[in-house]
């Protein structure tokens, strides 16, 4: 993977506007989604795998129940970049 640039404060809050289910947690987006049963948020994540596999850009993910966690940060940037923010619209589409 190439060296991903960083996102300032303002191409961040842009990015949010787009996006209205995540926020900025310090350095990631996050979203949790409330799946209607264990299975389905398992399922959720199974398919997130794969469109992250894809991109090789992998989420944090926390599951929790029905209540499944995505957390976005490019780690080898140090921060958000534009990686984040199209996985977060990808995540988006599978919900």
Known sequence: ???QTLL????IAEALTELPDWTRSGDALVR???AP????????VR??????????H?????IRWRNV??????????????????LAHQIDRLC
């Open 69 to 86: 966690t995505f957390s976005l940060s490019t780690h080898s940037a140090g921060g958000l970049t534009a990686l984040d923010v199209a």
């Open 8 to 11: 300032s404060d303002i191409e």
């Open 47 to 56: 398919r997130v795998a794969e469109v992250a596999e894809e991109a090789d």
């Open 1 to 3: 993977m190439a060296q």
């Open 32 to 34: 949790t989604v409330e």
């Open 37 to 44: 049963t264990f299975p389905a948020g398992i399922d959720l």
């Open 58 to 62: 992998h989420p944090d993910i926390d």
